[in-house]
């Protein structure tokens, strides 16, 4: 109960801090955040950030589906109940480490672009 009521103890707080500066103000932020927005150097970035997502993107759904074929081979392969349930079982094992193995490989590509974005901005900037 107290986090709600802190919730709308702050919620309240915004909104009369916000009504203060008035309607002239944010218009005037929101302003200066379009300009900053629409910079060339600023939406190079963005495209390379959105290229890159987009490649990323695609690798981690391609390990899925080789991961759910390499599971149901195991499942259909020639045994015993208890030899088609440990194959299913080991290729469960590997396939999740696969994905496991691709998704940390994604993630530090993203975090290595969004690095790599922000040093070509603030060269572009001058160091600043």
């Known amino acids: ?6 919730l709308v103890v702050g919620l309240a707080i915004g909104y009369v801090l916000g009504t203060r500066a008035g309607r002239e103000r944010y218009e005037q932020i929101k302003t200066q955040w ?5 910079l060339d150097p600023v939406q190079e970035q963005v495209g390379k950030v959105k290229d890159f ?8 759904p391609s390990t899925l589906w080789d991961s759910a074929v390499k599971v ?13 349930l440990d194959a299913t079982l080991k290729a469960g094992k ?5 994905v496991e193995t691709a ?3 994604s993630a530090e590509a993203v975090k290595d672009a969004v690095d790599e974005a922000v040093d070509d901005n ?3 900037r001058g160091g600043a």
Not at 1 to 6: N, P, V
Not at 34 to 38: A, E, P
Not at 72 to 84: D, E, M, V
Not at 94 to 98: H, K, L, Q, T, V
């Open 1 to 6: 109960m107290r986090g709600k009521a802190g």
């Open 72 to 84: 149901a081979q195991a499942a259909g392969s020639k045994g015993t109940p208890g030899q088609k």
């Open 34 to 38: 379009l300009k900053v927005w629409n």
């Open 103 to 105: 998704a940390q490989s």
């Open 94 to 98: 590997d396939s999740a480490d696969d």
């Open 53 to 60: 997502a987009k490649s990323q993107a695609m690798a981690l």
């Open 122 to 124: 603030t060269d572009a």
